[in-house]
């Protein structure tokens, strides 16, 4: 027998008794009340969490979609936050021009080269069009690709696509409908957000820096209406609040997701969505985010807020993982302890690539002007260790194929130059590198020197880990070639 069961009916009789009849139903009627009012609130909370989980798992593909874009805002005030060119920053509307190589303890831009001067400026072509003009470069290399503020490269002049010849061309933003100048060329940018981070090839001697030099002095930028009139680019305004010491990504990172959101729908205004963005413009718009209009996380309600606030962790491990899924997926190649993608450049809808070449590689070129294949190791299990001693061999004929030049880069493991004896921090084609008997070549990557008779083929190692960067500028189209995978470097193999 329940005595425990007994005792609350006993309970329960004696509390109806007491009430009688009338209370009866009193009582019954509150107890069907505070039922109702638990199952609403029950109901009501699973509501709840369902919508933060539909918010937060549009708002991590929201995050994605708007990664490049707020990248190259934070990217832009960062470098640009001076009042005159300097350093590694110019304002806006004034061309950048590096003078040289970063030095060996110059830590400001990761992966830096050696292969190459920059000739950068940012510029602001949502209110009027820019008109560039370069000079004859008497056949040198040399490349100006234009990004636009989703990261695309739209348009390319140099080498490759328009010669070497001397050039004027105006960049104009969207919707912009008016005239140019006669013998202007026009290339239209998607987004009022360009960043033209122009490449000369530069062998690295003094005549050379000099011959250099010249070329990137009668580089012009001029806005459409000072054109054909004495121009001089006013000072840049600096801004206190600006953080140009935090590495970009760092910054982005840091970033809420309401901060991170409203600064996106700001963007938006003058750096509108592509036309194949069509869903995810869609998808925006159940977030509370409209392109032209203002983000007002006020108004989304508490449990679409909870999602959004959510968002911004997973998003970032989703762009970060696809380091290992790209490969998976064709986006990246792995082969021969080598990374590279040729999917870079024009990511269409690819929105996740593009997120994480922004991330790793913000500035990539199309893979028809240069693929930069980067190695951590022999294989994937195993990480480069400046006590072994490497050979990169080259079969007769099996050297880099490019149209343009090649190079391979020794970097620490922070992605920096490291110092050596003979201040070598590149081997590439500007050596004169010994062939075997056979034709073949070897590069030797070591700590010490290989000897005499080896050294023009040796790339200098530190003693601890170390990274391995090639460049391939204007590769073959045709086999073999590492765009269509019929060329991949070979393996770094230890002695």
Same mark, same amino acid.
């Given at each position: 027998?329940?005595? @425990?069961?007994?005792?609350? @009916? $006993?309970?329960?009789?004696?509390?109806?008794?007491?009430?009688?009849?009338?209370?009866?139903?009193?009582?019954?009627?509150?107890?069907?009340?505070?039922? #109702?009012?638990?199952?609403?609130?029950?109901?009501?909370? $699973? =509501?709840?969490?369902?919508?933060?989980?539909?918010?937060?798992?549009?708002?991590?593909?929201?995050?994605?979609?708007?990664?490049?874009?707020?990248?190259?805002?934070?990217?832009?005030?960062?470098?640009?936050?001076?009042?005159?060119?300097?350093?590694?920053?110019?304002?806006?509307?004034?061309? !950048?021009?590096?003078?040289?190589?970063?030095?060996?303890?110059?830590?400001?831009?990761?992966?830096?080269?050696?292969?190459?001067?920059?000739?950068?400026?940012?510029?602001?072509?949502?209110?009027?069009?820019?008109?560039?003009?370069?000079?004859?470069?008497?056949?040198?290399?040399?490349?100006?690709?234009? $990004?636009?503020?989703?990261?695309?490269?739209?348009?390319?002049?140099? #080498?490759?696509?328009?010669?070497?010849?001397?050039?004027?061309?105006?960049?104009?933003?969207?919707?912009?409908?008016?005239?140019?100048?006669?013998?202007?060329?026009?290339?239209?940018?998607?987004?009022?957000?360009?960043?033209?981070?122009?490449?000369?090839?530069?062998?690295?001697?003094?005549?050379?820096?000099?011959?250099?030099?010249? !070329?990137?002095?009668?580089?012009?930028?001029?806005?459409?209406?000072?054109?054909?009139?004495?121009?001089?680019?006013?000072?840049?305004?600096?801004?206190?609040?600006?953080?140009?010491?935090?590495?970009?990504?760092?910054?982005?990172?840091?970033?809420?997701?309401?901060?991170?959101?409203?600064?996106?729908?700001?963007?938006?205004?003058?750096?509108?969505?592509?036309?194949?963005?069509?869903?995810?413009?869609? =998808?925006?718009?159940?977030?509370?985010?409209?392109?032209?209009?203002?983000?007002?996380?006020?108004?989304?309600?508490?449990?679409?807020?909870?999602?959004?606030?959510?968002?911004?962790?997973?998003?970032?491990?989703?762009?970060?993982?696809?380091?290992?899924?790209?490969?998976?997926?064709?986006?990246?190649?792995? =082969?021969?302890?080598?990374?590279?993608?040729?999917?870079?450049?024009?990511?269409?809808?690819?929105?996740?690539?593009?997120?994480?070449?922004?991330?790793?590689?913000?500035?990539?070129?199309?893979?028809?002007?240069?693929?930069?294949?980067?190695?951590?190791?022999?294989?994937? !299990?195993?990480?480069?260790?400046?006590?072994?001693?490497?050979?990169?061999?080259?079969?007769?004929?099996?050297?880099?194929?490019? @149209?343009?030049?090649?190079?391979?880069?020794?970097?620490?493991?922070?992605?920096?130059?490291?110092?050596?004896?003979?201040?070598?921090?590149?081997?590439?084609?500007?050596?004169?590198?010994?062939?075997?008997?056979?034709?073949?070549?070897?590069?030797?990557?070591?700590?010490?020197?290989?000897?005499?008779?080896?050294?023009? @083929?040796?790339?200098?190692?530190? #003693?601890?880990?170390?990274?391995?960067?090639?460049?391939?500028?204007?590769?073959?189209?045709?086999?073999?070639?590492?765009?269509?995978?019929?060329?991949?470097?070979?393996?770094?193999?230890?002695?």
């Amino acid at each position: 027998m329940d005595t @425990n069961a007994t005792r609350r @009916n $006993l309970c329960l009789a004696m509390t109806l008794g007491a009430l009688g009849s009338s209370g009866v139903a009193r009582a019954a009627d509150g107890l069907m009340l505070d039922l #109702k009012r638990e199952v609403e609130d029950s109901v009501d909370s $699973l =509501k709840g969490d369902i919508k933060a989980r539909q918010a937060r798992d549009l708002a991590i593909e929201a995050y994605i979609y708007a990664y490049p874009l707020v990248t190259m805002e934070l990217t832009r005030r960062s470098l640009t936050n001076v009042a005159a060119p300097e350093a590694a920053r110019a304002p806006m509307g004034h061309f !950048l021009k590096l003078r040289d190589y970063p030095a060996v303890d110059n830590h400001a831009v990761t992966a830096p080269n050696a292969d190459t001067l920059y000739t950068i400026i940012w510029l602001d072509v949502a209110k009027e069009p820019w008109i560039i003009s370069t000079p004859d470069m008497k056949g040198r290399f040399f490349l100006l690709p234009m $990004l636009d503020g989703w990261t695309n490269v739209f348009e390319v002049p140099g #080498k490759r696509t328009t010669g070497t010849g001397a050039q004027k061309f105006a960049i104009t933003g969207p919707g912009w409908k008016g005239s140019l100048p006669s013998g202007v060329k026009q290339y239209k940018s998607p987004t009022g957000m360009v960043w033209m981070l122009g490449r000369i090839y530069c062998t690295g001697t003094p005549e050379d820096y000099a011959e250099v030099h010249a !070329l990137q002095d009668q580089m012009t930028a001029t806005p459409l209406s000072s054109y054909g009139k004495p121009y001089t680019p006013p000072p840049g305004t600096v801004d206190p609040s600006v953080d140009s010491k935090t590495a970009v990504r760092d910054q982005v990172d840091a970033m809420d997701a309401a901060s991170y959101f409203a600064l996106f729908a700001q963007l938006l205004k003058t750096n509108p969505p592509l036309a194949g963005d069509a869903a995810m413009v869609a =998808k925006l718009a159940k977030i509370g985010i409209v392109p032209g209009k203002d983000f007002d996380a006020a108004k989304l309600g508490d449990s679409v807020n909870k999602g959004l606030a959510e968002a911004p962790k997973p998003a970032q491990a989703k762009i970060m993982g696809w380091m290992k899924k790209g490969v998976l997926a064709g986006d990246l190649s792995l =082969k021969n302890g080598w990374t590279f993608t040729t999917k870079a450049g024009t990511y269409g809808t690819n929105y996740i690539q593009r997120a994480l070449v922004t991330a790793i590689g913000l500035g990539a070129n199309r893979p028809q002007d240069a693929v930069y294949p980067t190695s951590t190791g022999p294989d994937i !299990l195993q990480k480069y260790d400046g006590s072994k001693k490497y050979v990169m061999h080259f079969p007769k004929g099996q050297l880099p194929p490019v @149209n343009g030049f090649w190079s391979l880069t020794m970097y620490g493991t922070d992605y920096f130059f490291v110092p050596n004896p003979i201040n070598r921090y590149t081997v590439s084609q500007r050596n004169k590198l010994k062939a075997n008997a056979d034709g073949s070549v070897d590069i030797f990557i070591q700590h010490e020197s290989p000897g005499p008779d080896k050294e023009e @083929n040796w790339l200098p190692a530190p #003693k601890d880990g170390f990274v391995l960067m090639m460049r391939l500028y204007w590769p073959k189209d045709k086999p073999p070639s590492i765009i269509d995978g019929s060329w991949v470097p070979p393996r770094a193999k230890a002695v």
